[in-house]
């Protein structure tokens, strides 16, 4: 049998949940989740810088799995989802975690996994000057992201990117994003 | 030349580029999915005004939030006016933050650090 992809985010997302989300990821839901987001944050009264960084955060996060999902393994229970990705959004004590998942190609996770390990490595100086860098030499891909996502999300909320890729089968992997967005000063 | 007009979305900023006035502004949101889409007209048409642009060009940023992708696309905009400033005309870059919003201010840090055009950073205090 293969890897349970939902049982190992379920573990990752337990909290208190303010959004779960499984399914197709197009522009339609990311409107949607934006809205209802935007809405809760307003709600329970968050201080705007805090409301900022969460939304811009959530933008990079969806539109990372809008630009890059790999398409699902065909044993998959979900084969209508052309763009296959579980979100989850949990208030934490003095923040928000953005928890995303998504199948990758077992042949792609070590570029990722080396791109992650250089922005966990870096300063927040040094990430300034990654972004920058790529900002100014790297052109939009085909796939149509700037390459920016993953550095913006590391440099906007100051932490480390927690992730876990998880064998599902010989040619398919679930990568599983950890994000904290907390307050900062 | 005609101005660009384009009303603000949910995704996508408000635009006014004036060649008559040379003032031009993006404001509001720009976090579309395909930004190159959004952005490639007004790249275009910077590239006619650049032909035979006013003595001054100010250009008013005014922004909510924009994704990486429009970040690329704002550049391709700062390059089209770093090329009008270099051939001897006065550009100006107006870049408006809100108070606490460091993230904005440091974006435009960023760009005021690769584009040779002169920024002025401007805290909107509510």
Redesign the interface.
């Known amino acids: 049998m293969s890897f349970n992809v939902e049982h190992y985010f379920s573990e990752l997302a337990n909290g208190n949940n303010i959004l779960f989300y499984k399914g197709n990821i197009d522009s339609d839901l990311i409107n949607r989740v934006l809205d209802t987001v935007e809405e809760k944050l307003a709600a329970g009264n968050e201080q705007s810088k805090l409301r900022k960084k969460v939304y811009n955060v959530l933008v990079e996060s969806l539109q990372n799995l809008y630009h890059h999902v790999d398409k699902v393994p065909d044993d998959f229970e979900d084969q209508t989802s052309e763009k296959y990705g579980i979100l989850a959004i949990n208030k934490v004590d003095g923040g928000y975690k953005i928890i995303t998942g998504n199948f990758i190609r077992s042949d792609n996770v070590d570029k990722l996994e080396e791109k992650i390990k250089r922005i966990n490595r870096a300063s927040h100086e040094e990430i300034t000057e990654l972004y920058k860098f790529i900002l100014n030499h790297q052109r939009i891909s085909s796939k149509g992201g700037g390459g920016l996502g993953l550095v913006d999300i590391a440099r906007k909320t100051g932490n480390k990117l927690e992730y876990t890729f998880k064998e599902y089968d010989k040619k398919c992997s679930f990568f599983y994003l950890n994000i904290l967005v907390g307050e900062t000063n | 030349m005609e101005p660009i007009i384009i009303e603000g979305t949910?995704?996508t900023p408000t635009i006014k580029f004036d060649a008559k006035e040379g003032v031009f502004e993006i404001k509001g949101r720009s976090?579309p999915?395909?930004?190159?889409e959004f952005y490639k007209p007004l790249v275009d048409w910077l590239e006619i005004y650049k032909e035979s642009p006013l003595n001054k060009t100010v250009v008013n940023i005014r922004l909510e939030?924009f994704?990486?992708?429009s970040?690329?696309c704002i550049?391709d905009v700062f390059k089209k006016l770093e090329a009008i400033h270099k051939a001897k005309n006065d550009v100006e870059v107006n870049w408006y933050y809100?108070e606490?919003?460091?993230?904005m201010l440091?974006a435009g840090e960023?760009y005021e650090?690769?584009i040779r055009v002169p920024f002025k950073m401007i805290e909107i205090v509510e």
């Open positions: 949910p995704k976090i999915e395909n930004s190159v939030y994704n990486t992708s970040s690329k550049l809100e606490d919003d460091e993230d440091e960023d650090s690769i």
